[in-house]
């Protein structure tokens, strides 16, 4: 069963960029499609952009395309997120998913855009 850690959040001024990592355990790792989510206080979870197994294809929310791309190394095990000319509401804590016959959640890192 893969296990998930991300680290990458923090602090940053509008416009300013992030690079999100989730590290995997496991051994499959490349036949996971991956994806990362994200809950502002008040609201649902939402989809962020999903790759597919091995890298195949992309899908990102209408509100992050063009500014955020997800990528993966299925080497290392790990799924990126770089998220440029980010926006004070991008804010929210960003979870890594991994599915195969289940979904499988990390437990989050806090994104802050504010001046």
């Known amino acids: 069963q893969v296990q998930l850690v991300e680290s990458g959040g923090g602090l940053v001024q509008p416009g300013g960029s992030l690079r999100l990592s989730c590290a995997a355990t496991g051994s499959l790792f490349s036949i996971y499609a991956m994806s990362w989510y994200r809950q502002a206080p008040g609201k649902e979870r939402e989809l962020v952009a999903a790759?597919?197994?091995?890298?195949?294809?992309?899908n990102y929310a209408d509100s992050v395309k063009g500014r955020f791309t997800i990528s993966r190394d299925n080497a290392k095990n790990t799924v990126y997120l770089q998220m440029n000319s980010l926006k004070p509401e991008d804010t929210a804590v960003y979870y890594c998913?991994?599915?195969?016959?289940?979904?499988?959640w990390g437990q989050g890192t806090q994104v802050t855009v504010s001046s």
């Open positions: 790759i597919s197994s091995f890298g195949i294809n992309t």
């Open positions: 998913n991994a599915k195969r016959t289940r979904e499988v």
